[in-house]
């Protein structure tokens, strides 16, 4: 078994579609970095003249409503006013502030989510329906005869050799990110940054796994990239997208919703709850109630999603013929 | 070594289903039997069910119904145990195109520990020059020298080639022919199939036949060209026209190569003199054909009407 995962791993690494996708990843992930480079950017000369400008018209502003408040107060109407001038904003507030570094850091992060996920599960399915495209899981099968242990090597080599990709694009991204923050001299903040972006990553990781998971699981079962495609895109639209508004109360049976529990700590969706209005008889009063679904309910369902997809795609692999 | 065959399969049969749900028997209660050592070879026309045999031996396809037992396992139980000591080609080669031949040939090596042997078998088949490009870019028959070095490599009891020479060149295939010679006379078993009768008659010990999935002779092939076909006798006459109808009087099967009459179906040529002699036709030239593997396929596979011409003076 060791055996035949270290050479699945040895395919996986050889593959250049591989390569591809995780590069697009990379890139993603420096695209970030680049559009932090854009918003810390210290203000231009223009925007210096234009704050400088705004300053001085209300600096002037507050000016001429002391002499005025002054002017009245002289008259006998106006005894009773208050003429101290109101507190000006100084010259520095009007000049724009970058961002904070917790603020960029979570849209540069949370950015890269759905990039990380696509690419983990468009690997996983690649590096299995390869092997059914060049037809030559049957040469293998004459080599590796167990198809249980092929599939499991397969989908492990699948899921370690996703991680590095993923690791390596958020790894990217966040130093990136904190790069920028250090070359142009700005504050890092607080501690608690890096506590809310550990907790992402470590569940951005494994959910990267479960995707690969299920990129292979589906592989497996339908042996052709492009069906899986399909697949995927109908999932997307039928059960992602219109399921919950046709049903809400189904909402917790997407796998955004929980998806989005698990990497943020619990989700939020609304269901209209309706009873028998107690003063008119037939009618019915409804309102609309949130409901949570828990970061370990999100997590579970993820797993248990993946864990069937990957058990048909056993159950076809081990019954189907292979040509 | 007992004397348990190396492949025994009773009654097998798989059929496929169309879309149209009509059914197809590819090997219809197969019962075939290949001896431990020799080269067997595993012969039938076009669709007879070889290659789906073969891929039931490998367990790629289940089978309907039936047994099959390999060096000693039976299937599907003993599937790991059998094909551990299997090398097959099944149809075409096929190995990652984006990969080079070294690549390749060495990742299946490390599944079964001969990871030391690759070299050694890309130069046994000629391919030590291209090893390291990819496979994409070998020509037809390099991808089938690279398929024959991968069966190798597990040092295999029973090698099963499916078409190994479509594709090679005439040095091709004497290379393979010599490895299967090589391997019989180690004591291994090598079945294969293949077209090229002549080819396979130089090199097989023994035959099986198939026709529509069904099993229509099998033994030693010197036994089975002795035993079916009776050979034909060509003659070169004065007059072919009247010649070959009273040959065809006399009730054997004539057809004509040129100016000569190919006679089928005689016992004794001594005949032929005497009813050409009767009809007043005389022969120049008189010689028996050695019957071959490829008449016996045909008289078997009952082929001789599509694959020959036929009639006199046509
Ligand atoms: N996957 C399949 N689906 C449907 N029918 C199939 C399938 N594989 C084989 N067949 C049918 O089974 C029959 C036997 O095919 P097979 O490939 O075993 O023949 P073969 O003896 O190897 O022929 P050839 O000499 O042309 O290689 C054919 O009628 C073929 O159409
Ligand atoms: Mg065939």
Redesign the pocket.
């Known amino acids: 078994m060791t055996t035949l995962l270290r050479i699945e791993l040895e395919r996986f690494r050889c593959r250049g579609v591989l390569w591809l996708v995780a590069g697009l990843l990379l890139l993603t992930g420096s695209g970030y970095v680049l559009m932090t480079w854009g918003h810390t950017a210290p203000a231009s000369a223009a925007e210096v003249a234009a704050a400088t400008e705004a300053f001085r018209v209300d600096a002037e502003g507050a000016k001429q409503f002391v002499e005025r408040c002054l002017e009245l107060q002289a008259t006998d109407e106006g005894n009773d006013l208050d003429c101290r001038p109101p507190d000006l904003p100084t010259l520095s507030q009007y000049i724009p502030e970058p961002p904070e570094l917790s603020w960029e850091l979570g849209d540069a992060v949370g950015g890269m989510k759905v990039p990380v996920l696509i690419a983990a599960l468009a690997m996983g399915v690649s590096f299995v329906t390869a092997e059914f495209g060049a037809r030559t899981m049957g040469t293998w099968l004459t080599f590796a005869p167990r198809r249980s242990r092929v599939l499991a090597s397969k989908t492990g080599a699948a899921v370690i050799g996703v991680l590095p990709a993923a690791l390596a694009a958020l790894a990217v991204t966040i130093g990136g990110v904190v790069l920028v923050y250090l070359v142009r001299g700005l504050d890092l903040g607080e501690a608690s940054v890096w506590t809310d972006l550990l907790r992402f990553v470590t569940h951005l990781l494994p959910a990267a796994a479960v995707a690969a998971v299920l990129g292979a699981g589906l592989a497996f079962a339908v042996r052709n990239a492009a069906a899986v495609a399909g697949i995927v895109v109908w999932w997307a639209l039928a059960v992602e997208v219109a399921l919950p508004q046709i049903i809400p109360a189904l909402a917790p049976a997407t796998l955004g919703l929980n998806l989005r529990a698990w990497l943020e700590g619990g989700a939020e969706y609304t269901v209209q709850e309706c009873r028998p209005d107690p003063d008119v008889l037939g009618a019915q009063v409804c309102e609309d109630v949130a409901r949570t679904v828990g970061s370990a309910q999100g997590g579970l369902v993820l797993l248990l999603t993946a864990a069937v997809v990957l058990a048909i795609g056993a159950l076809v692999f081990r019954r189907r013929?292979v040509? | 070594m007992s004397d348990e065959p190396a492949i025994r399969t009773r009654g097998l049969r798989?059929t496929?289903?169309?879309f149209t749900l009509r059914e197809?028997?590819?090997?219809e209660g197969l019962d075939l039997e290949v001896p431990v050592g020799g080269v067997h070879a595993f012969l039938?026309?076009?669709?007879?069910?070889?290659?789906?045999?073969?891929?039931m031996l490998l367990g790629l396809?289940r089978p309907d119904s039936g047994s099959i037992r390999v060096l000693g396992h039976d299937l599907p139980g003993g599937l790991g145990a059998a094909v551990a000591k299997v090398g097959a080609i099944v149809?075409q080669p096929r190995f990652y195109p984006a990969f080079s031949g070294r690549r390749n040939l060495s990742l299946l090596a490390q599944s079964v520990g001969a990871g030391a042997k690759v070299d050694g078998l890309l130069a046994q088949v000629g391919l030590a020059d291209r090893a390291g490009d990819r496979y994409r870019s070998y020509s037809l028959g390099m991808k089938q020298r690279l398929a024959v070095a991968s069966t190798l490599l597990k040092d295999p009891e029973l090698v099963i080639f499916?078409?190994p020479t479509n594709g090679l060149d005439p040095a091709g295939v004497h290379d393979v022919r010599t490895i299967m010679r090589a391997l019989a006379d180690a004591g291994r078993t090598v079945l294969v199939?293949s077209?090229m009768l002549a080819e396979v008659e130089q090199v097989a010990d023994t035959v099986s036949i198939?026709v529509g999935?069904r099993l229509v002779a099998d033994g030693r092939v010197a036994d089975l060209i002795g035993s079916r076909a009776r050979g034909a006798v060509r003659v070169d006459v004065t007059d072919p026209v009247r010649g070959g109808e009273a040959l065809e009087r006399r009730g054997w099967i004539v057809r004509r190569d040129g100016e000569v009459l190919v006679v089928e179906g005689v016992d004794d040529p001594v005949e032929i003199s005497r009813v050409l002699a009767d009809a007043g036709v005389y022969a120049r030239e008189l010689v028996a054909e050695r019957p071959d593997l490829e008449q016996v396929f045909l008289e078997l596979t009952g082929a001789q009407g599509a694959a020959r011409p036929q009639g006199v003076g046509a």
Do not use: L, Q
């Not at chain 2, 197809?24 to 090997?27: E, G, H, M, Q, R």
């Open positions: 013929a040509t | 798989k496929y289903r169309s197809v028997v590819a090997v039938g026309p076009n669709g007879a069910g070889k290659t789906t045999t073969i891929r396809e149809e499916d078409e199939s077209h198939v999935g």
